[in-house]
């Protein structure tokens, strides 16, 4: 794995390079541009404002400023994960020759797919902080987490992408599965709602490895709290372990795409 | 490239899940299904093994679906050999599809940039050949156009100048040379010879025989999946000539057929000329029931197949033949081969003029290789030679016939020798 590793790195240009293309393609020849990379996730931080305030009305308490932090904080992320595992997806599929006529490490396709969804996250994040600090949600010391827990996001993306990338190439309906279940996911993780919010069962929620992450962020930036550190561990190991996995994965089943697309 | 397999199978394949479990499950219960899978089995290529040395190019010829270009993939990486191993030193490029990376949204600039960087250069590489891509491309105009407004030659030729400025140590060429139009394909023929020069290995793989024997050393034939011959590249096209022209179906249903057609020089069956040689088409023609009024038509097609002379026997004012049943007919034509450097192809066909039926056909009944010693390109030869060469500077006029006087080697009544080992 190291020497493909090594040949991955060689081909880092490739991957700036498509990453590029990925971002560019998409804002080419649509009249709002970048700022389509703000419309997802405002309609999820939408969507979640309306939930929560349902919540909110149905206990009789008010709609506090940290309630519509804590579900922007977490819908950003949130975005990013579905987004990206849904371009990487069709990332090889939509690559046909490429992936047929010549050679390079393919893993860059789903990666470069990742990469461009990290550009739209970068654009979203930044309106995310404009939005925090109009709602005075302050910061502290633990903000230091967050590079930790954005790291683990990426890693946990990037190895599902190859994975789910591998898979469609090979069966066409891995696609419309990933679809099925992306639509479906959000109501299984902690992003309108809070884990507290299901007092000891939440525990079983926080078994899906993005909630860990996203609760952690809820707490290192809106509550100013260190993230549960065992949970926090749970989703980082088992990130990595996706992230490797989806590797050799992908690795193993590499020198047959070109026959089986 | 050592000892090589590669095994496709033919048949089903599983693309959709849904397809797989139904399969997978009534394989479980039905031990009769696996055999089935060995006739599916499909040797696309068996034992190839071949070597290519730096400075050296290396011709693969073969018919439709020999395997000339899974061997390529192979060799390229892109697919792995079922059996056997390669190795390849060195940094190695494909040009197999020259606009595979292209993006229609993007302008040619940004295409050069992103195809560059799909066939393994770095930015900066891209950045400092910018220019020279784009000056051999031809397309300075549109660089800042889409690529999806470009003509289909515009697009191909920018993915080949692309490609064509990759310098790498081994090349894989496949059949791209054909690309855009005249001017540019010889630009691309320039373009490998330097590369070759350059010191890199390259594997080329062409129908067009004439590319092969310009570049190449060394050759091999493949033939479904196996190497027929490896040698020389000259020999090589010659066994593969040979073999090609023995493809005619015998056919004893219809009235009239070729039976044999045999090209010769003055001396005994031949598939080499010089230019301007002469060389006799010998046909035999076979009866299986009474024909009338009979016309033997000779013509010659050019490696594009396409027709650059043609006679036949009744325009040649030998009027029209019958034959009776069992009857033998033998003709043979005089050609003056005035034809240049390149790939020809004999065909004969047989046919009655008054009511436009043909009988038979054999095309190409043969595969000639003129040689010629002037470099004369086109399909014939009309034995140029320049006879007379001035320079007349502005205001200085010179009668004729004074201009060549004080140069070093041309008298002016003295022909111009055509130079034999001249570019291409």
């Not at chain 1, 080419?28 to 009305?57: E, N």
């Not at chain 1, 789910?164 to 090979?170: E, I, P, Q, R, T």
């Not at chain 2, 894989?172 to 855009?180: A, F, H, K, Q, Y």
Request: hydrophobic share 45%; charged share 20%; aromatic share 12%.
């Amino acid at each position: 794995m190291k020497e493909e590793f090594r040949e991955l790195y060689r081909y880092r240009e490739l991957f700036y390079t498509l990453t590029c293309r990925d971002i560019k393609v998409r804002y080419k020849q649509s009249v709002m541009g970048f700022l389509w990379a703000l419309l997802m996730p405002t309609l999820i931080v939408g969507a979640g404002i309306v939930v929560r305030y349902g919540f909110a009305f149905a206990s009789g308490k008010n709609l506090e400023n940290v309630d519509i932090a804590g579900v922007a904080v977490k819908s950003v992320p949130w975005a990013f994960l579905v987004s990206s595992i849904r371009f990487s997806c069709i990332s090889l599929t939509a690559n046909t020759t490429l992936v047929t006529k010549i050679y390079f490490p393919k893993e860059i396709f789903p990666l470069a797919a990742v990469g461009a969804c990290l550009f739209d996250f970068a654009v979203a994040s930044g309106a995310l902080v404009i939005l925090l600090v109009i709602l005075k949600v302050g910061w502290s010391i633990y903000l230091l987490w967050l590079p930790t827990l954005l790291l683990t996001m990426m890693l946990l993306g990037a190895g599902i992408s190859m994975i789910v990338s591998a898979g469609s190439l090979f069966f066409r309906d891995v696609k419309y599965i990933v679809e099925a279940v992306l639509t479906f996911a959000i109501f299984f993780t902690p992003v309108f709602y809070d884990v507290r919010m299901f007092g000891d069962k939440g525990e079983w929620l926080l078994l899906n490895p993005a909630a860990p992450i996203l609760e952690g962020i809820n707490d290192c930036v809106v509550r100013h709290q260190s993230p549960n550190l065992s949970w926090l561990a749970y989703s980082s190991f088992f990130a990595l372990i996706t992230f490797f996995l989806g590797y050799a994965f992908f690795k193993h089943l590499e020198p047959a795409f070109a026959e089986s697309v | 490239m050592d000892c090589v397999y590669k095994m496709f199978r033919k048949g089903e394949v599983f693309n959709s899940l849904r397809d797989l479990i139904p399969a997978l499950t009534g394989r479980m219960f039905n031990r009769q299904d696996l055999s089935s899978t060995d006739q599916r089995e499909f040797w696309a290529l068996e034992d190839l093994s071949f070597e290519v040395k730096r400075g050296e190019a290396f011709g693969i010829i073969g018919h439709n679906g020999a395997g000339k270009s899974t061997a390529l993939k192979i060799l390229s990486r892109i697919m792995k050999p079922t059996r056997g191993g390669i190795q390849v030193n060195g940094r190695l490029s494909a040009l197999i599809e020259v606009t595979a990376g292209f993006h229609q949204d993007f302008t040619g600039r940004e295409n050069i940039f992103l195809h560059g960087a799909i066939l393994g250069m770095s930015k900066r590489e891209i950045r400092s050949k910018l220019d020279q891509i784009v000056a051999f491309s031809g397309l300075e105009e549109f660089i800042d156009t889409p690529v999806k407004r470009y003509s289909s030659g515009m697009y191909a030729r920018l993915g080949f100048s692309v490609a064509a400025h990759v310098n790498p140590d081994v090349l894989i060429v496949d059949e791209v040379l054909s690309v855009g139009d005249y001017v540019f394909q010889r630009k691309c023929v320039e373009r490998m010879r330097d590369v070759i020069r350059s010191g890199a290995a390259v594997v080329f793989v062409s129908h067009n025989l004439k590319n092969i024997t310009e570049f190449c050393d060394s050759c091999l034939l493949l033939e479904r999946g196996k190497a027929v011959k490896t040698g020389p590249a000259q020999d090589v096209i010659s066994t593969y000539m040979n073999r090609s022209r023995n493809e005619h179906l015998i056919d004893d249903e219809i009235p009239v057929r070729i039976s044999k057609v045999t090209v010769r020089n003055r001396f005994g069956e031949c598939l080499r000329f010089q230019s301007g040689e002469k060389a006799w088409v010998d046909v035999e023609l076979r009866a299986n029931s009474p024909c009338s009024k009979l016309s033997l038509s000779i013509y010659l097609l050019d490696e594009q197949f396409q027709c650059v002379f043609d006679t036949s026997s009744e325009r040649l004012g030998h009027g029209n033949f019958s034959l009776n049943k069992g009857d033998v007919y033998h003709c043979s034509f005089e050609l003056d081969l005035n034809l240049a450097n390149g790939i020809f192809h004999p065909s004969i066909l047989i046919h009655r003029y008054d009511t436009q039926t043909s009988y038979d056909r054999w095309e190409p009944a043969a595969t000639i290789h003129i040689n010629s010693e002037a470099d004369v390109r086109g399909a014939v030869n009309c034995f140029p030679k320049v006879v007379r060469q001035a320079v007349q500077a502005p205001g200085n006029f010179n009668p004729p016939g004074q201009i060549l006087a004080g140069t070093k080697n041309n008298a002016a009544a003295q022909p111009v020798q055509p130079t034999t080992h001249g570019r291409l």
